[in-house]
């Protein structure tokens, strides 16, 4: 149900009628298997104004303000709610889809073709090379993150437009780039297994790593 109202596309071509049902299902998406935590309670708190015009980004942000309001002693999980529903909103500009990833293949490529990862990947390892490594990323690991955690990868170490905002890759997309740059120069015969033993530890969060190879190595000034 709509009543009247439209709501601007994510890609600002067009616009569609309000569906309260699509967000209510994103919501319980966001609250699904956490302990202590409400889908209700984040849209009554959220205390949405709706207009004819509002655009799905303005919507996405309140949703995530009032599921990091939550957060205190009482109701700590509500930092996986606000979290979850950060990675929706990037995975939604993105891809225009919250699951499906593309495949590390087409990914590497896009990004590289517009000079935001270093061409020197593909010179470095071969196409069997980047299929076996895309056998090592877990989408699902970014479910691990806290809102504070998420919120400070996509606002300082993702690949981005700093004068617009515009974000061009996820944190697991990250982490494994950064596997594969840091291990490129190894015998061929083991850095594959440097490079997922790396993976592993990076996005499960066993090791912190230096801000500078966080924001540059990946990209062309490495």
Do not use: W
């Not at 996005?203 to 801000?211: A, E, G, L, M």
């Amino acid at each position: 149900m709509s009543n009247g109202i439209n709501v601007k596309k994510r890609n600002g071509r067009g616009v569609e009628p309000l569906q309260l049902d699509k967000i209510h299902k994103m919501v319980e998406q966001a609250c699904d298997g956490i302990a202590g935590v409400s889908a209700s309670q984040v849209e009554i708190n959220s205390g949405i104004q709706f207009y004819d015009g509002i655009t799905t980004s303005e919507i996405q942000e309140i949703l995530i303000k009032s599921a990091s309001d939550l957060i205190d002693l009482d109701n700590p999980n509500y930092q996986f709610v606000a979290a979850r529903l950060l990675l929706f909103q990037l995975r939604k500009s993105l891809y225009g889809r919250m699951q499906e990833m593309p495949s590390l293949e087409e990914h590497i490529t896009k990004l590289a073709y517009e000079d935001l990862y270093d061409k020197d990947i593909f010179d470095k390892y071969s196409l069997e090379e980047i299929h076996k490594v895309e056998t090592f990323l877990d989408h699902d690991r970014d479910y691990k993150f806290t809102y504070a955690g998420l919120r400070q990868v996509v606002d300082k170490y993702l690949v981005q437009d700093r004068s617009t905002g515009e974000v061009y890759e996820t944190p697991q997309f990250m982490y494994i780039m950064i596997a594969l740059t840091m291990f490129r120069n190894y015998p061929k015969e083991t850095r594959l297994d440097y490079v997922r033993r790396y993976y592993n530890a990076i996005s499960q969060h066993r090791i912190n790593i230096p801000t500078p190879i966080m924001a540059g190595v990946r990209t062309p000034i490495r």
